[in-house]
């Protein structure tokens, strides 16, 4: 079935398990579906959101040729603008048609402030719309998830999909040679579909930075091994020519010639269609879909599993307009309840930000492509004729995590009013008691983190003289519910920033080690000068009050479909499967119980390579990882 699937051929997919399957079913201009009459009438998987994760579990397991796949995306294919396509100008397709525009409510903790959280709305998703920061988090994170009741979730057991997701390429010679970056290859992948490797031009202060972490006595560490914390080089996402490599470069253009694989876009899933057979067991039957909100509904047969890959605001809300949720909420917005799983949605947690600005006395600096047009127009003539300068790099070449202890002389003391305050202080008003109970046992996972060297706490960004104090683990959760029974009315995403005041007291340290930072001959040599918060903001409760009119969001949302047990506030178990419903499955960000101290998306690529697996494996399919 390896030909390329053109107009002209008769699609015979042969269909191990459903009779639904139609041989010999009208064709279609290729597997890009463009009007929905033209889809089969049934699938065997039928995958939500053509993201990080949807496009890679579609990817995976369309390569078994007797299953059929189509995976529904609400936005269209990208034009490779250059705001897409270019390393230097990362983060550009924010706020455009590619976006959701998403924000979080307002909240009294951060200053009745609400926060644009962007969300990809395009085939590749958020990895249309990312800086392109591609690292993973510390093996003490990812153990921490087994440790939540999670057999297998480890850093051992991830490691593998780690791998399989990735083609590294180590970095030039010179930069390898001027930095001194050692990868150990043991940890890289060499097969995969997602191309990475560093940058091939760093901005000059990135020497300042590297030398104050020298001045400090903070380690520089490789973070594929597991010890991510300390300082780290830091790989992106992009390919040989330096040109983005997104979910879609890596798992759809390798997917896209098989028959089996069909994709449909400009259309919301609207709901999951679920029957229950008289012993009660409810089953995904279909899922429903339209165009716009006033468009007629359409249906596709599910002939074995749904998965969802919406992402972390997304998936929760279409599970509560398919009546999968908490009772309440569910009567509120008028939908009938088909599975009582009130965790859904709960425990949303993202990392957030507060930041310390300087001005520096230094003529070359990335804002420099926005402020000379000259030097801009030279990059992008070197960029466009070599691939070389600074059009090649989406900044962040090299990162700092640091262990509380790192970071604070307070460690003990925070830990000690940690130990003796109330996990409730974390939580939105009207928690569910078994989300209560989950989240207790991960209040004691992040106290032992305030102690651990194995752990980082606050991430570091150096951007321009803008000490960036990302908090890694933080304490606090929201909630993340649909607004009504429609899936076209954004949902309401309370992250829950600050709730807990440790959070602050986290970020206040931040702000004081920025300052110490500032005064090290590395940076010193900038002349670094503070404009935010101020020189005379020193004061506890000064600082507090820069943190909570301050704090944004580095674009994490996570953990509103938790993996854990149902009793412990779990929404799918340890094979990814929703409790209560046969054939269901949540595959995105929101399956993370706890936030790894890293950003998302390899943790994600690596989570959903491992979950298409598990259905591949539960579906009969026995093949091993192909590492
Ligand atoms: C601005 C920004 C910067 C970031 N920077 C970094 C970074 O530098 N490094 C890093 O590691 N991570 C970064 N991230 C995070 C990372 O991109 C995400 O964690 C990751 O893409 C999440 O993958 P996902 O599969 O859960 O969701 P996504 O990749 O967001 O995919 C979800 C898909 O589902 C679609 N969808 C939603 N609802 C429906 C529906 N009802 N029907 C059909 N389709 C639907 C969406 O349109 C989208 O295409 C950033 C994110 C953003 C937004
Ligand atoms: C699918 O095809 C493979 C060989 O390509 C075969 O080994 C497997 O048994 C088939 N699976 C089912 C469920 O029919
Ligand atoms: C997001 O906002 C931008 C700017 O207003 C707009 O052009 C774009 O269409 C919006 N995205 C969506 C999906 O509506
Ligand atoms: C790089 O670009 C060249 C020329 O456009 C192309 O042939 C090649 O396939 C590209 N390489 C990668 C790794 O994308
Ligand atoms: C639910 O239905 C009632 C009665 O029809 C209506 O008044 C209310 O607005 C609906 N609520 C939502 C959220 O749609
Ligand atoms: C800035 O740097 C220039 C050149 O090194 C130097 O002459 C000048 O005194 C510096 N200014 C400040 C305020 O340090
Ligand atoms: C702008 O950039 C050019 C090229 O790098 C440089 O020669 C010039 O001095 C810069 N101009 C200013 C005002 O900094
Ligand atoms: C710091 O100084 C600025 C500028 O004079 C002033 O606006 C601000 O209120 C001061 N803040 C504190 C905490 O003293």
């Known amino acids: 079935m390896a030909f390329r699937f053109d107009r002209g051929f008769q699609l015979l997919l042969v269909a191990f398990s459903s009779t639904q399957l139609a041989v010999g ?5 290729g597997h890009v579906i463009s009007r929905s009459e033209d889809l089969l009438p049934a699938y065997d998987y039928v995958v939500v959101g053509a993201g990080a994760s949807g496009l890679t579990v579609a990817n995976r397991l369309s390569e078994e040729p007797n299953i059929s796949v189509l995976i529904i995306e609400a936005g269209d294919f990208d034009k490779k603008e250059d705001y897409v396509t270019i390393p230097g100008l990362a983060g550009g397709a924010v706020g455009t048609k590619y976006d959701w525009n998403t924000t979080y409510i307002a909240s009294a903790s951060i200053g009745g402030r609400g926060i644009s959280i962007p969300q990809g709305r395009v085939v590749g998703g958020s990895t249309k719309l990312n800086r392109m920061v591609f690292d993973r988090g510390s093996k003490s994170d990812y153990d921490g998830w087994e440790a939540l009741g999670n057999k297998g ?3 051992d057991g991830l490691l593998p999909y780690f791998k399989k997701n990735e083609k590294f390429s180590p970095a030039t010679k010179g930069i390898k040679e001027e930095y001194g970056i050692k990868d150990d290859v043991r940890f890289r992948g060499d097969k995969g579909y997602m191309q990475t490797t560093y940058s091939p031009f760093f901005w000059p202060t990135t020497k300042n930075f590297i030398q104050a972490t020298k001045d400090l006595k903070i380690p520089i560490n490789d ?36 028959p089996n694989f069909h994709i449909l876009t400009g259309n ?12 009660g067991t409810v089953k995904v039957t279909g899922m429903e879909f339209a165009s716009a909100k006033d468009a007629s509904r359409q249906s596709v047969q599910v002939t074995k599993e749904a998965i969802l890959a919406a992402g972390a605001l997304h998936s929760p809300q279409l599970l509560q307009i398919s009546g999968i949720g908490d009772p309440k909420l569910l009567k509120s917005l008028n939908v009938t309840t088909v599975i009582d799983l009130p965790a859904v949605g709960h425990n ?16 070359v600096l990335t804002n420099t492509l926005g402020t000379n047009a000259t030097f801009a127009a030279a990059a992008r003539q070197e960029y466009d004729t070599q691939r070389s300068g600074p059009l090649t790099s989406p900044s962040g070449d090299f990162l700092l995590f640091l262990p509380l202890s790192t970071y604070s002389p307070a460690s003990e003391a925070i830990f000690a009013q940690a130990a003796a305050g109330d996990p409730s202080a974390s939580l939105p008003p009207d928690t569910p008691p078994s989300v209560a109970k989950g989240y207790a046992a991960q209040y004691a996972s992040l106290n032992k983190k305030l102690l651990a060297k194995d752990s980082a706490v606050l991430e570091i960004i150096w951007a321009d003289g803008a000490v960036v104090l990302g908090l890694q683990h933080p304490y606090s959760r929201g909630r993340l519910s649909a607004a009504s029974s429609s899936i076209f009315d954004a949902p309401v995403a309370d992250v829950g920033f600050l709730r807990n005041p440790l959070d602050v007291a986290l970020l206040r340290e931040g702000v004081r080690w920025a300052r110490r930072f500032a005064q090290t001959p590395g940076i010193g040599a900038l002349r670094p000068f503070e404009v935010v918060p101020g020189p005379n903001v020193t004061a506890d409760a000064d600082i507090d009050a820069h943190v909570r009119g301050s704090v944004s969001t580095l674009y994490h949302p996570a953990g509103t479909c938790k993996m854990g047990l149902r009793a412990e506030g779990g929404v799918v178990d340890a094979d990814l499967k929703v409790y209560g419903v046969d054939g269901l499955r949540v595959v995105d960000a929101s399956v993370m119980p706890m936030l790894p101290a890293s950003h998302t998306m390899t943790t994600v690529y690596a989570v959903a390579e491992k979950a298409a697996e598990i259905i591949k494996r539960s579906g009969g399919y026995r093949e091993m990882a192909r590492v």
Not at 226 to 249: I, K, L, P, V
Not at 268 to 279: A, E, K, Y
């Open 153 to 155: 979730w480890n850093f």
């Open 268 to 279: 919301q899933v609207t709901r999951i269609l679920t029957g229950s057979s008289p012993d």
């Open 223 to 258: 973070q594929a091994t597991g010890n991510a914390f300390g300082g780290y080089f830091c790989t992106h996402n992009m390919d040989q020519n330096y040109s983005r490599s997104s979910a879609e470069e890596a798992y759809y253009a390798s997917a896209a010639a098989r």
């Open 348 to 363: 949303l947690h993202d990392h957030l930000n507060s930041v310390v600005v300087n001005i520096l006395n230094t003529t």
């Open 25 to 29: 079913h009208p064709l279609f201009n």
